[in-house]
């Protein structure tokens, strides 16, 4: 990471954790579907990182993080706080590396991906479902071993792994007029701002957040961050809030951030499986949610839509009642 005098990752930072971390990723492919098209108005590119190894983005940034580190340093191994995927994600990289990695999740985190977490190698440590107990209980975890913290979100090299989706989505597809991403803590949109501002400025860029925990579309809206300690919603990648390092990209480079109802999210998260048969997570549907919600800002518009994960209970679908 260059000295920028902050802890903001740079343009050459995503470039360099590409490289670092191709060996351990997919690629992942570009869906189009005639029928949200048409539905929509628009010309709709789904990157979907539901195929992408651990089934989630955010093993992008967690590679990054861990095959960064020193040998000195890795030897202690990685710990975090995560409601799942980057939990998930981080067990993968340590394992790929043969580091420990300790885990905080909250104890009502879907049982696919705890199931997942232990599956990569990775020490679950349960927390109440709340900001607040997590950050508690994993600084206990943390002091106790020593692992270097690789924070789902907040953390440069984190960001920095998460650019490289936009890197690819803009290679796969020629004249986006706009990308649109879920945000919760806002990793990805924050690597979406810091890809895409230098490599296609000109690109719209907008985030897409539930009714129910709506943290970052009033922080957006009001110019600070504000925090909610636990919100409920169907998407449950969503829960946390914004932290100074992606609310430094949110708030200079976001162009609008919309929401969507839980029955549009469990709406659009259907829709989703039915039309274009993939297994995608609630929180992936947010996007599509809220093009659908206002169809006039995305009217006409080549539109990339990152489907961020696929790690879904299905035991317990939102549509089963």
């Known amino acids: 990471m260059k000295d920028t005098g902050t802890d903001i990752p740079t343009y050459d930072d995503m470039l360099a954790a590409h490289e670092r971390i191709k060996p351990y990723i997919h690629r992942t492919p570009v869906l189009t579907s005639s029928y949200f098209n ?3 108005g628009a010309e709709l ?3 979907c990182e539901n195929f992408q190894k651990a089934g989630a983005f955010k093993v992008r940034g967690a590679t990054n993080a861990v095959f960064g580190l020193s040998d000195e340093m890795a030897a202690k191994g ?3 706080h995560s409601s799942g995927n980057h939990a998930l994600s981080l067990s993968y990289a340590a394992g790929r590396r043969g580091i420990p990695c300790h885990v905080v999740m909250p104890r009502t985190a879907p049982q696919a991906k705890k199931d997942a977490v232990q599956g990569y190698g990775g020490q679950i440590t349960e927390c109440e479902p709340s900001t607040s107990s997590r950050e508690e ?3 206990r975890v943390h002091a106790e071993t020593g692992a270097d913290f690789v924070h789902p979100y907040n953390d440069p090299r984190v960001i920095a792994g998460q650019g490289t989706c936009s890197r690819e989505l803009m290679e796969q597809v020629d004249g986006l007029d706009a990308v649109i991403a879920p945000i919760g803590g806002g990793g990805m949109v ?3 701002c810091l890809t895409l501002s230098t490599l296609a400025p000109g690109v719209k860029i907008y985030a897409a957040e539930p009714e129910q925990a709506d943290d970052a579309y009033r922080s957006f809206k ?10 409920v919603t169907v998407a449950d990648g969503l829960k946390v809030p914004l932290k100074e390092n992606t609310w430094h990209f949110v708030s200079n480079f976001v162009t609008d951030i919309f929401t969507a109802s839980e029955d549009e999210i469990v709406e ?3 829709l989703t499986w039915k039309r274009m048969k993939i297994v995608m997570e609630a929180s992936c549907a947010v996007p599509l949610a809220t093009i659908l919600k206002n169809p006039e800002t995305f009217r006409g518009k080549r539109v990339g839509v990152i489907i961020t994960g696929g790690n879904v209970d299905l035991d317990t679908l939102p549509w089963i009642k």
């Open 222 to 231: 009001a110019g600070h961050i504000i925090a909610d300690d636990a919100p």
């Open 38 to 40: 048409e539905l929509t």
């Open 45 to 47: 590119f789904f990157k």
């Open 190 to 192: 924050s690597g979406t």
């Open 78 to 80: 990685v710990a975090t």
């Open 268 to 270: 659009a998260m259907k």
């Open 137 to 139: 209980v994993f600084a």
